[in-house]
């Protein structure tokens, strides 16, 4: 634990330097010009001290993020909306929304390609080449077309982390659908099992740690497409609107901490899927 715990502490304190360093770089001539124009001491120190305590910086310090989190999770109730849980659980429900469509559309897609050659040959192109088009091209569209036949709100969020998630899900279930032992399939044929049969019994037990490492994929990038999806909507609530309210405002320091709390909220997602993985796996006697 202590040979893990080292390389990791060391690799904070240099990333926390190094932000110092640049927050100090970037905020210097503003932190001077105000100063000057107060007509108060401008050295070394006076300025360094006025770049780590300014209100709009343009890169605050880690500190000043980190009580900007605190002052919003501890200072409002969790409904609220200057609380940034309440943003980050409309940013969580529409991207585990967007996963179960993806997850849903993934294992068919992948199930119809391991079955059927034609598929394979004429839809799997296609799946791939859909990844080549630009998020924050296609959400826009997303948003107008749904918009404009009543389908507001959740739905075309979870539609933009579906378009994200569903790629990883199939290309991780159609190596895992295939990686079945042959001899077992043989024996499946054998015993006169039929395809769902052995889908069920074999293949999908299979794919399972297949279809958990593309879930940690996905899952993250469906947190980006919640936020994504929040951007052109203009919405009040979640993480994106959060951070389009800050940019809006020039408010850094609280897009920063709408930064790290969607970074948060990707890694407690993930943590999730890791104690699925686990406790599924495990009952099935994977290693």
Request: aromatic residues 8%; hydrophobic residues 55%.
């Amino acid at each position: 634990m202590t040979r893990r715990a080292l390389p990791v502490t060391v690799m904070t304190l240099l990333l926390l330097a190094a932000w110092y360093i640049g927050a100090a770089w970037l905020n210097w001539p503003q932190a001077a010009e105000t100063l000057v124009r107060a007509s108060k001491p401008a050295g070394f120190a006076d300025v360094l001290a006025q770049a780590y305590a300014m209100k709009r910086p343009i890169l605050p310090t880690p500190d000043q993020v980190v009580v900007e989190l605190w002052t919003s999770l501890t200072g409002y109730a969790p409904t609220s909306p200057r609380n940034l849980l309440f943003h980050a659980w409309v940013t969580a429900e529409a991207a585990l929304t967007g996963l179960a469509m993806g997850l849903l559309l993934g294992i068919l897609l992948a199930a119809g390609i391991v079955y059927t050659r034609t598929l394979e040959a004429s839809l799997l192109p296609w799946v791939i080449a859909s990844q080549t088009i630009p998020i924050l091209a296609i959400a826009p569209m997303i948003v107008v077309i749904l918009g404009n036949i009543g389908l507001a709100g959740l739905l075309p969020k979870a539609m933009i982390c579906m378009y994200l998630c569903f790629f990883p899900i199939t290309v991780g279930m159609v190596k895992g659908l295939r990686s079945s032992d042959p001899l077992w399939l043989d024996l499946m044929r054998t015993y006169s099992a039929s395809g769902l049969r052995a889908f069920w019994s074999l293949r999908l037990p299979a794919s399972m740690p297949f279809l958990f490492a593309s879930l940690k994929v996905s899952v993250a990038i469906s947190v980006v497409g919640a936020i994504v999806g929040e951007l052109p909507t203009g919405g009040q609530a979640g993480l994106g609107a959060r951070l389009l309210s800050g940019s809006y405002y020039g408010q850094t320091v609280q897009i920063w901490a709408a930064l790290i709390m969607a970074s948060l909220l990707s890694v407690a997602l993930i943590a999730v899927v890791r104690g699925l993985e686990l406790v599924l796996l495990g009952r099935a006697g994977a290693r």
